[in-house]
Structures are given as structure tokens and as C-alpha cells.
């Protein structure tokens, strides 16, 4: 049996919106700073993230020249630091 959780590396730009389920992979020696999705507040009595939106608080991770795989859902790439990001699909 084969591993193929990656099939596809799509770039992605800095301070936009992304849909990564799979994570991203970051390429560089630099610091980039992610947003992952937020968990959902259902005791509101609203679904989904119509709380407080879909991106959550903001974490950085530095990048290898191998890539550096961050198997977390992203939701927002910020600032890039001189770094390739990738949408693992």
C-alpha cells in the first residue's frame, strides 16, 4: 500500500486566504506566520465559524531548505520572511 496523502503542491502568495485541509509545506530558512482554522463556539447557537471567522490565532514557523510540512488546516498565510509556502492538496 502506497502513501499518498500529497499529491500536489500548489504556491501559494503572502496575506491571502487559503483553504489548506492537508497543511502547507514551507520552503526557505525564513519565518512565516500562519493562521490555522479556528475551532467553531456552537454555544452561541450559530454553526460554523459565523462566530468569530474561520482564521484563528496567528502561529510562526521557520522554514528548511528540505520543506518544512505543517500537517495543520490553514486558513490564512500572513507574512512570508523570504519563504516559499505550498497548499498541500
Not at 1 to 15: G, K, N
Not at 43 to 58: N, W
Not at 61 to 77: H, L, M
Amino acid at each position: 500500500m502506497s502513501y499518498d496523502r500529497y499529491q500536489l503542491a500548489e504556491p501559494v502568495s503572502a496575506d491571502s486566504h487559503v483553504n489548506a485541509m492537508k497543511g502547507v509545506m514551507v520552503v526557505g530558512t525564513g519565518n512565516t506566520v500562519l493562521h490555522p482554522f479556528q475551532t467553531p463556539n456552537y454555544s452561541s447557537g450559530l454553526t460554523g465559524y459565523a462566530v468569530a471567522g474561520a482564521s484563528g490565532a496567528a502561529m510562526t514557523v521557520t522554514g528548511t531548505a528540505q520543506g518544512a510540512v505543517v500537517p495543520v488546516a490553514i486558513a490564512y498565510v500572513g507574512a512570508l520572511g523570504g519563504n516559499t509556502v505550498y497548499r498541500l492538496v
